[in-house]
């Protein structure tokens, strides 16, 4: 029997999903709970598997193709029902042959696809070839059977490279490319890159935020020379828990604290109903960059969490974000942003809202710098610090005490006591 897999409603207000690849090929045989595809959503990326046992017949969309809920992802014929001619639901026909994939023309009287090319390799080894970035199908098999092996894999990503680095090394050729391409001659080559996966989402995400929501940014100084002190005394303690105690941790609590007092920050726009949703719980998304590019995890009920939890909990999201095995519900649902450029940023950025949020902080570099303390010139550590909002529904006044707030947290940290949790 012919079984459907349609792209199931995996919550979070996801309804599409983008194909990155195809773990199996049409043709090949798989278990029951074995990995087919690799899907991006808006959120995460998952691997699929597939509930019943048999063999491909069909997918039902190419690599960088969008499927939505409720679409055909892939056919299965069951290893029980595997008489010809069965009818497939949904696949082509042609006259006096049996079903055959979108993807494919086999001739009249087969069953199913002809592969282009049919690769014998083991799940993981498959899924090293993607980090490397390694087609699969370009790799010689050594392994008994004619199987890919971790080796191979290996061993073709190292000449891959090799020769790379040789191209880098060619400044005769690199010299003709640019003076071919400023004389604007005909010959110019040029290398394009498809925008696909996390790429794809984080580029239709900056889309409509720019094009939705009104951007403004304010921005301030903070003379942080207390807190400074007070991460290097609790390093020794937070060092001996096995957590790794960075300014963030400080900023997502005073954050979490300040939003408690300004609810219209802790909010999304629903734009079709013109309202605003005043969340009631503190999710506090943390943008991180990644290889593959930036995602935004969340620190879920920030504001009931100490410090030093919140310091874990963002070592093990960063840890997993990095390794892409974050789950779904781990990079949605965040009620506000906070954005650092970390200690090698610049003074001052406009971070993009993460929409439909309305607002995002954004924590630049801590400098030592000479400030006024006391009618004396010091020495003090400084740090920039900006708030970029939603004008539709926030007024600048309102982004003028948020920011003073937060000014007052980070200036004068042992007010993090009286909060506690």
């Known amino acids: 029997m ?129 980090e490397l970035g390694v087609d699969i199908t370009e790799v010689p098999a050594t392994g008994k059977g004619g199987k890919v092996t971790e080796a191979d894999v290996r061993g073709y990503a190292l000449q891959s490279e090799k020769e790379a680095a040789a191209a880098v090394q060619a400044p005769i050729a690199s010299a003709k490319l640019i003076q071919s391409v400023r004389a604007g001659q005909d010959e110019a080559e040029e290398v394009r890159e498809p925008i696909r996966g996390l790429r794809k989402k984080i580029y239709e995400n900056m889309k409509l935020s720019k094009s939705t929501a009104i951007h403004c940014s304010g921005m301030d100084e903070v003379v942080v020379t207390k807190l400074v002190e007070l991460r290097k005394q609790l390093q020794r303690h937070a060092e001996k828990e096995g957590v790794k105690l960075t300014y963030l941790p400080f900023f997502v609590k005073a954050a979490a604290m300040v939003l408690k007092r300004h609810p219209v920050f802790n909010a999304t726009v629903d734009d079709e109903r013109m309202e605003i949703v005043y969340k009631k719980k503190i999710h506090i998304g943390i943008a991180t960059a990644t290889e593959d590019g930036l995602i935004v995890p969340a620190v879920r009920g920030a504001d009931q969490m100490s410090i030093m939890e919140i310091a874990q909990e963002i070592q093990d999201l960063s840890s997993r974000a990095r390794e892409r095995r974050l789950k779904p519900h781990e990079v949605s649902g965040s009620t506000f942003t906070i954005s650092s450029t970390g200690s090698k940023g610049g003074w001052f950025a406009t971070p993009i809202i993460n929409y439909p949020e309305v607002a995002i902080l954004g924590i630049h570099s801590i400098k030592k710098k000479p400030i006024v303390q006391d009618d004396q010139i010091v020495v003090g550590e400084v740090m920039g610090m900006s708030i970029t909002f939603d004008h539709r529904v926030i007024d600048g006044a309102h982004a003028n005490h948020f920011m003073e707030d937060i000014h007052h947290l980070l200036e004068n940290p042992e007010l993090f006591i009286l909060e506690g949790r």
Not at 63 to 75: D, I, S, Y
Not at 81 to 99: N, R
Not at 118 to 125: E, L, Q, T
């Open 2 to 130: 012919a079984y459907e897999f349609r792209l199931p409603d995996i919550g979070e207000g996801l309804h599409e999903a983008e194909i990155l690849s195809w773990l199996k090929e049409a043709g090949d045989q798989v278990q029951e709970n074995e990995n087919i595809v690799e899907i991006q959503t808006d959120k995460a990326v998952v691997e699929i598997s597939s509930p019943v046992s048999g063999t491909i017949l069909s997918f039902g969309a190419e690599v960088g193709e969008v499927v939505k809920v409720g679409e055909v992802l892939f056919t299965v014929m069951e290893e029980a029902k595997t008489a010809p001619g069965l009818p497939v639901k949904g696949a082509a026909v042609l006259p006096g042959s049996e079903h055959v994939s979108r993807q494919s023309q086999p001739p009249s009287g087969l069953i199913g696809i002809l592969p282009k090319k049919r690769v014998m390799a083991a799940p993981s080894i498959r899924k090293l070839a993607r």
